[in-house]
């Protein structure tokens, strides 16, 4: 089994002055999507020709069940998760809950651009949110 780095997510208070401060670094806007499964909308803009996407996130509906949300109110902006690509995500789900590892969820949903995505929970990561994402 192989991983690479698919993209680094932020929450940020102001998104567009996030994206004008790396628009002035000479990123651009990628995408923009809503991603009804988690509900969120994902802004992506690359960081080089061959580097990984910053991914800004914001909740499209502020709701004290929504994760995002909680995220917001109790840390403010920064890093949210790393999200890394992997082949196979059902059998990577499977090998880490035989090892114990928790799953935020267990089946894939679908993420931005029709990924499928598991989320690992930042309790078997050593604090970390983890995103597979299988392109």
Known sequence: ?????????????DKQKTIRFFELLGSHIKSSEVV????????????????????????????????????????GSGFHHIAVNVSEIDDVAKKLLKEGIQLVNETPKTGAHDTKIIFVHPKSTGGILVELVQP
Do not use: C, Q
């Open 36 to 75: 009804s499964s988690e509900r969120v909308e994902t802004t992506f803009l690359p960081l080089g020709d061959s580097a990984p996407n910053i991914e800004i996130i914001e909740e499209t509906i502020e709701s004290d069940d929504h994760p995002v949300h909680r995220y917001r109110k109790k840390f």
């Open 1 to 13: 089994m192989s991983i690479s780095l698919n993209h680094i997510a932020v929450v940020s208070r």
